[in-house]
């Protein structure tokens, strides 16, 4: 169940519009979430208006307002929904691997590539969300913070997998390497977003491939 965060400011923007609580007008929810998402990663959660959001949708801010409250609850399916496609991406990499250890290296790899080769540089929405405005909406933080806290999670089980088939050493904290791992792979969401050259990002990769080494 997605949970809403309601401001008073986003209240007064709608008011101050002269608008009133509305039933939303048919459209396509999926479509309108989906370019909300795209519209929030270009420009973040502050600098994206209400006046942009209904431009590119093609609605009526009275619609948007009847379906989502506020921008705070439509941000927040929009974590919701990026939440869920980059878990499903994740979980798709660590299983569609040759061995659980080479899931965890191929996921490495793909965020690698991906502050490498994206063009729009966009990082990764949830990290951007927290660096942005996290603190200042705890529960816009809680919801990023959990999505970073489940991907880190199926990163330990995919490593314990590894551990148990003989592909990490016995005694390696799989724990503290995957909350090691993920943190550098967050840093690496960030430094993606700064347009970095390959061999800088390919560097930082090589440490993070080592950091899996069987005998370490």
């Not at 370019?35 to 009526?60: Q, Y």
């Not at 869920?84 to 899931?103: C, R």
């Not at 330990?156 to 090691?180: F, I, P, Y």
Request: glycine share 6%; with cysteine.
């Amino acid at each position: 169940m997605v949970k809403l965060f309601f401001s008073d400011h986003s209240k007064m923007e709608f008011h101050k519009a002269g608008l009133k609580m509305a039933r939303p007008a048919s459209f396509d929810r999926e479509q309108v979430l989906e370019i909300a998402l795209n519209a929030f990663w270009d420009t973040g959660f502050s600098n994206t208006g209400i006046a942009a959001l209904v431009e590119r949708m093609g609605l009526k801010p009275s619609s948007l307002y009847g379906a989502f409250s506020s921008k705070e609850g439509l941000f927040m399916e929009v974590l919701q929904r990026y939440s869920a496609q980059s878990l499903a991406q994740i979980e798709q990499i660590l299983s569609s691997a040759a061995s659980p250890l080479a899931g965890v290296q191929a996921l490495l790899d793909a965020v690698a590539r991906d502050a490498i080769a994206s063009e729009a540089h966009r990082g990764c929405l949830l990290v951007n969300t927290l660096l942005e405005i996290g603190r200042h909406h705890p529960l816009i933080q809680e919801t990023a913070s959990s999505h970073l806290a489940e991907v880190e999670l199926r990163v330990s089980a995919a490593l314990r997998q590894a551990q148990a088939a003989g592909e990490l050493a016995v005694g390696r904290d799989v724990d503290a390497t995957a909350a090691l791992l993920m943190t550098m792979v967050w840093g690496l969401r960030v430094l993606g977003r700064t347009h970095p050259p390959a061999t800088k990002v390919n560097a930082v990769l090589a440490q993070m491939q080592a950091i899996l080494s069987a005998d370490a």
